[in-house]
Nanobody, 111 residues
C-alpha cells in the first residue's frame, strides 16, 4: 500500500521543541525527495523543508536554522526537528513525496 504516515504533533510552548516523523512506503521513499509542508488556519499550504535521498536540504527562510529535516533511509522515515518554536509555527504539518500526501499532524504553539 502506498502511504505516508505522520506522527509527533501536539501542543508545545513557545521556545520549546518537537520532532515530527513520517514513515513512507518503499515506493514513495527510495530515491525520492521527501518534503514537509504546513498549512496554518486561513493560509495556503507552504513548503517548510525538503531533503533529497542523498541528504541535500532546503528550508523556508523563516524556519532556518530552528528546524532541521533529516531522513533515515534504512527506516523509510523522514523527520522534522522543530526547535525554538514560535506561535506562528502553529499549523497542520504534512509529509509529501511525489504527488502523495500524508494525513497531517497538528502542531499548536501556545503558552
Amino acid at each position: 500500500q502506498v502511504q505516508l504516515v505522520e506522527s509527533g504533533g501536539g501542543v508545545v510552548q513557545p521556545g520549546g521543541s518537537l520532532r515530527l516523523s513520517c514513515v513512507a512506503s518503499e515506493s514513495l521513499f527510495r530515491g525520492e525527495v521527501m518534503a514537509w509542508y504546513r498549512q496554518a488556519p486561513g493560509k495556503q499550504r507552504e513548503l517548510v523543508a525538503d531533503i533529497t535521498y542523498g541528504g541535500t536540504t532546503n528550508y523556508l527562510p523563516s524556519v532556518r536554522p530552528r528546524f532541521v529535516i533529516s531522513r533515515d533511509n534504512a527506516k523509510n522515515t523522514v523527520y522534522l526537528e522543530m526547535n525554538w518554536v514560535k506561535p506562528e509555527d502553529t499549523a497542520v504539518y504534512y509529509c509529501k513525496s511525489r504527488m502523495s500526501w500524508g494525513q497531517g499532524t497538528r502542531v499548536t504553539v501556545s503558552s
